[in-house]
């Protein structure tokens, strides 16, 4: 696992041993920012089930303004950190271990790129962007990135757009906010 481009080009990120988190493939990683590349560059981030933190680093890499690296695991969130100073990134990023849903319930300050990658098959997608609509957390023109199983279902809040990509079983979902 290896940031694709930007400025940690090739830095090789840690993982976790085992199978308790699920890594965005490097195809599926790449897909996503072609589709958002023009849409980063001084952004605020909010990497949501973060896990070791390879979609936010990627947004850091690639010119967003800081990101916010939410994950409930402390394992994770020291891989994470470990992968924040591998970068130096210390300065742009912020890791929390928490509930992602008890974090967006609690913000107070919209993001302008979201990624929600959950475990597949879980209902969090759902309730993640039912919060963050309730609570006004994407600002206008921001996106939200969510990926899932092709077989996982939700309906979104009506204000946003939404395209749906589909790479093997994994499905990415972007929805965009107005402008």
């Known amino acids: 696992m290896r940031v694709i481009t930007g400025q940690w080009r090739g830095s090789k990120l840690h993982s976790l041993p085992g199978d308790a988190t699920r890594p965005t493939s490097d195809r599926v990683k790449e897909a996503i920012f072609n589709i958002i590349q023009f849409d980063v560059e001084g952004r605020r981030a909010l990497d949501l089930f973060a896990g070791n933190g390879q979609l936010g680093i990627e947004a850091l890499s690639r010119g967003a303004r800081d990101c916010v ?12 950190r470990q992968n924040v100073e ?48 309730e609570r006004n957390l994407l600002q206008d023109g921001g996106l939200i990135v969510c990926e899932s199983d092709i077989d996982d279902q939700w309906e979104a809040p009506a204000q946003w757009n939404a395209v749906e990509y589909r790479y093997g079983r994994v499905k990415v979902t972007v929805y965009g906010g107005r402008a």
């Open 69 to 80: 690296f939410v994950d409930n695991s402390r394992a994770a969130a020291d891989i994470l």
């Open 86 to 133: 591998k970068v130096h990134a210390q300065e742009q990023s912020r890791v929390l271990v928490k509930d992602a849903l008890a974090f967006l319930q609690g913000a107070e300050e919209p993001f302008g790129l979201i990624f929600i990658d959950p475990p597949y098959r879980s209902t969090f997608i759902r309730k993640a962007l039912a919060l963050i609509a």
